[in-house]
């Protein structure tokens, strides 16, 4: 009987040691990559469907994301701005949150962010840092669009 002989692959076993960061898009991240296709919050939303990052959602955030995107500050309709919300939550974990953290943060508006951070184990990708401050109390890392793609940049 002849033993397995080694050939330096793992025996074709493929290993996947690749992280998948998890995310939660604050909404001036997504108003700035509406407003415009040149800067980072841009780049990061085009990402969304490469699988370098995971998403992900609640109830809250998803009204907020409606409410602020139809307040006449983009060139939008209304039908392409749900188009844009709805392609979000099709790539996006969906969380109910059943625990509240309130209040928390300087802005009481933001609560609900940091929550689905907890719950969903994941970062705060906003252009407001100072507003997340307390965030690292739980463990949560908050970042800019550009830091976020940096490290997405650096990672292999």
Known sequence: MSEPRYRGDNFGIEYNTKMKSDIILDTNVLVAALRSAKGASYRLL????????QLHVSAPLVAEYESVLKRGMLALSDQQIDDVVDYICARAVPHKIYYLWRPMLKDPGDDFVLELAIKASAQIVTWNLADFEKAKLFGVLVQTPRDFLNFLENTP
Do not use: A, I, P
């Open 46 to 53: 085009s990402m969304l469907d490469q699988g370098r990052f």
